[in-house]
């Protein structure tokens, strides 16, 4: 089996927001339970979808993640002194070394998170109500088809001990995934603008984290794009023009 990975690239907007400090206006909910942050959201919906078609119910493990959440798993899971875990895992925080102790997974160092971005999620799966490791038959499904979403692992060997088969992460940053763009960025298909109705305005809805996301162009979505054209320093009126789409796709 392959294991999907790429690096993984922040989208511009968090940039500038600290690691485990997104505001509630910058989450939204996810159909297996929790929250990411909201474009991403959209994706991963996306691929729940895709899931439950193929007949994987993804279930949720652990999704965003505050900086307190954070430090308390750090805690958990990690100590100054070296219990004799093997393989070892190191981490550095407070300018001390922290070893992972025995039977516990690893996680990031407080702050660092991908979970603390809202670009992050762990998932099992269901198995006749049950909630079931991630692995099988749904991994085989989640590797060859969360990249089309924008999903990847955050490596590619499972011999290491970073490698977690349950922990997908959204990597493309502000790019489209192939699910929306259907593998290239979708044609300019002229102005869009209050009025404005079919797939085209979904797809510009779904990039803007717009909810919902039915091809109506109304008033949230022209909120939102005025939002987004004053953030990319372009004159904040509510049309999408081929410099919008272009940022977008």
């Not at 993804?58 to 430090?71: E, I, S, T, W």
């Not at 958990?76 to 070893?99: A, C, F, L, N």
């Not at 909120?223 to 081929?242: H, I, Q, R, T, Y």
């Amino acid at each position: 089996m392959k294991y999907p990975y790429i690096k993984l690239v922040l989208p511009k907007a968090l940039e500038k927001i600290e690691n485990g400090k997104l505001t509630d206006a910058m989450l939204d909910k996810v159909a297996c339970g929790g929250r990411m942050y909201k474009p991403v959201a959209v994706h991963f919906n996306a691929l729940y979808k895709a899931a439950q078609e193929a007949g994987f119910k993804l279930r949720n493990v652990g999704d965003f993640r505050p900086f307190a959440d954070q430090m308390a798993l750090f805690q958990d899971r990690y100590s100054t002194k070296d219990e004799g875990r093997k393989p070892q895992v190191t981490r550095t925080y407070d300018g001390k070394t922290w070893y992972l102790k025995p039977g516990k997974a690893p996680s990031s160092t407080p702050g660092r998170s991908n979970h603390g971005l809202g670009l992050a999620i762990d998932l099992g799966y269901d198995n006749k109500g049950a909630l079931t490791a991630m692995g099988g038959k749904c991994l085989e499904w989640m590797c060859a088809n969360a990249p089309k979403y924008g999903f990847y692992l955050q490596s590619d060997d499972p011999k290491s001990p970073e490698f977690e088969a349950w922990h997908w992460q959204y990597c493309l940053g502000d790019k489209a995934p192939e699910y929306l763009a259907g593998g290239g960025a979708p044609s300019f298909p002229g102005n869009l603008q209050k009025g404005s109705t079919g797939d085209a305005v979904k797809a510009v809805q779904e990039k803007l984290g717009v909810s919902p996301a039915d091809g109506n162009f109304g008033d949230s979505t022209e909120a939102a794009v005025k939002a987004f054209k004053e953030k990319n320093g372009l004159k904040p009126d509510g049309v999408v023009g081929s410099k919008v789409w272009e940022l977008l796709f």
